[in-house]
């Protein structure tokens, strides 16, 4: 088991900055786990989405299947970050967000959600998550679709996500629908039972 200590921003300036310890380091003599990932500003234009009938709100009773979906996407980061699930997706910070579900023969294929950085003044979009049989068919840039949509529709920007630096597909995807890379940050977990 792992827990999130703290996070260090870098902003970027023309190439990506590395660090010793990019894109992510355990270090077992002092128990802790180390990744960086990179901020992202949607900075494309106006969008539209079919997709919100078929999608629905998050309620506690999908909680179990959100996640395992959620611990069978990134299993191999959370095994790499010496992590657990509940950890990265605990109960009560889903309740707190705007989560959409996409189920499709009752099998969650996707979900992705919303949160109101009321610090920073911005939307982030976070847990954009497609279930490994449902991956590689259009599904995640239909709910990156959907989301910015729905938030440029009701006013809610600027939009931002953040990725973890050493998942290339996911960053590259983001690009090509428009999210620029803005800067980096750092987090930081102290290890427990590895």
Not at 55 to 71: M, R, T
Request: net charge negative.
């Amino acid at each position: 088991m792992a827990f999130f200590v703290s996070s260090r921003h870098a902003k970027i300036k023309g190439e990506k900055i590395m660090k010793a310890n990019y894109p992510y380091r355990i270090d077992q003599a002092n128990g802790i786990a180390y990744a960086w990932f990179t901020r992202m500003e949607y900075r494309g234009g106006p969008v539209t989405s079919d997709l919100e009938p078929e999608l629905i709100l998050f309620e506690d009773k999908y909680y179990d299947i959100y996640q395992k979906v959620g611990n069978d996407i990134f299993a191999d980061l959370f095994h790499r970050m010496h992590s657990n699930i509940r950890q990265f997706f605990p109960l009560d910070e889903v309740q707190k967000r705007e989560t959409y579900l996409w189920f499709e023969n009752h099998e969650l294929v996707g979900s992705i959600r919303i949160y109101h950085n009321k610090e920073e003044n911005c939307y982030e979009i976070e847990r954009v998550m497609i279930a490994p049989q449902s991956q590689g068919k259009g599904y995640g840039t239909k709910l990156l679709n959907f989301i910015v949509a729905k938030l440029q529709q009701t006013h809610r920007t600027p939009i931002f996500l953040t990725v973890a630096a050493c998942n290339d597909k996911a960053v590259k995807m983001y690009e090509k629908f428009g999210f620029v890379p803005v800067s980096e940050e750092m987090e930081e977990w102290i290890i427990e039972g590895g």
